[in-house]
T-cell receptor, first 111, second 116 residues
Framework: RKEVEQDPGPFNVPEGATVAFNCTYS??????FFWYRQDCRKEPKLLMS???SGNEDGRFTAQLNRASQYISLLIRDSKLSDSATYLC????????????FGDGTTLTVKP | GAVVSQHPSRVICKSGTSVKIECRSL??????MFWYRQFPKQSLMLMAT?????????EQGVEKDKFLINHASLTLSTLTVTSAHPEDSSFYIC????????????FGQGTRLTVV
């Protein structure tokens, strides 16, 4: 079983749609959680951190359920520019701990 | 925010030659940096963890003699692909995390290596 598993996708949605991505992790010692966005042939960039209390940034909402070891990302009112691959990332330990990536979920928003 | 700079962004080399990729943390010290590889339409795969002042830790299946890592200072790690072959063509990305827990990783711009 992979340490971090994401919805395989791809997700093809019309503009304005709401889309949700899910991610599960297997290591209960995981300490911090993030969603990254990666555009084609570019490096991943941080989209948002994920907290147990949930956090929202504009159209994006991230949730963490430690008991179920589950992370989600909700995108409301999808824009064409949201088309990208979204990576679920889990860190174990301090800065010496490696980041483990999910395989990513590809989103395509169509006019 | 913290910045990681990677160089070169793109390199084409002949089969059998070696290529060095640099990864620098520009405004923070990174005792640990990470090297990833990404093939087309695939996920980022961790190759190795670069440790300042000590040997790198390689993931299973990654040849340490082929992918030489040097982390000589707190702001610089290098990855050298030795005797490159066409199957080594890939997108290589480094990352580093600032000190402290629960900090996100900052990525270099990536290096697209093409071996011909």
């Amino acid at each position: 079983r992979k340490e971090v598993e994401q919805d395989p996708g791809p997700f093809n949605v019309p503009e304005g749609a709401t889309v949700a991505f899910n991610c599960t992790y297997s290591n209960s010692a995981s300490q911090s959680f993030f969603w990254y966005r990666q555009d084609c042939r570019k490096e991943p960039k941080l989209l948002m951190s994920v907290y147990s209390s949930g956090n929202e940034d504009g159209r994006f909402t991230a949730q963490l359920n430690r008991a179920s070891q589950y992370i989600s990302l909700l995108i409301r009112d999808s824009k064409l520019s949201d088309s990208a691959t979204y990576l679920c990332v889990v860190n174990i330990g301090t800065n010496a701990g490696k980041s483990t990536f999910g395989d990513g979920t590809t989103l395509t928003v169509k006019p | 925010g913290a910045v990681v700079s990677q160089h070169p962004s793109r390199v084409i080399c002949k089969s059998g030659t070696s290529v060095k990729i640099e990864c620098r943390s520009l405004d923070f010290q990174a005792t640990t940096m990470f090297w990833y590889r990404q093939f087309p339409k695939q996920s980022l795969m961790l190759m190795a963890t670069s440790n300042e002042g000590s040997k790198a830790t390689y993931e299973q299946g990654v040849e340490k003699d082929k992918f030489l890592i040097n982390h000589a200072s707190l702001t610089l790690s290098t990855l050298t692909v030795t005797s490159a072959h066409p199957e080594d063509s890939s997108f290589y990305i480094c990352s580093a995390r600032d000190q402290g827990t629960n900090t996100e990783a900052f990525f270099g711009q990536g290096t697209r290596l093409t071996v011909v």
